[in-house]
Nanobody, 123 residues
């Protein structure tokens, strides 16, 4: 069992930056692929970024060039640095940990999910 807890959300103006953190506990963190998904009001949850246990990174098109995912295995934490935020980035951001087979942008890879953290970008 892995427990993940997100933090760092809040209200930010368009063009600003936010760094989300996700602390994991329970199993060997470095064995898990980690990801961020988000869900905007009245929309389905969508993939944002992922980082494999070996450090490979993957981004959705909406995140490329603006967001950076990183992990610190010593702290069992994954981060999502979000820059040049837009109002359409407003969503609840979820951290997920997994070891399933498949592409890292698919939800089925991830067995453990956090409760989410709200990011609101004002125009």
């Amino acid at each position: 069992q892995v427990h993940v807890v997100e933090s760092g959300g809040g209200l930010v103006q368009a063009g600003g930056s936010v760094r989300l953190s996700c602390a994991a506990s329970g199993r060997t963190f470095s064995n898990y692929d980690m990801s961020w998904f988000r869900q905007a009001p009245e929309k389905e949850r969508e993939f944002v970024a992922a980082i494999s246990g070996s450090g490979g990174t993957y981004y959705a098109d909406v995140a490329k060039g603006r967001f950076t995912i990183a992990r610190d295995n010593a702290k069992s934490t994954v981060y999502l640095q979000m820059n040049r935020l837009k109002p359409e980035d407003t969503a609840v951001y979820y951290c997920a940990a997994g070891s399933g087979a498949g592409l890292l942008n698919t939800e089925s890879v991830y067995q453990y999910w956090g409760q989410g953290t709200q990011v609101t970008v004002s125009s």
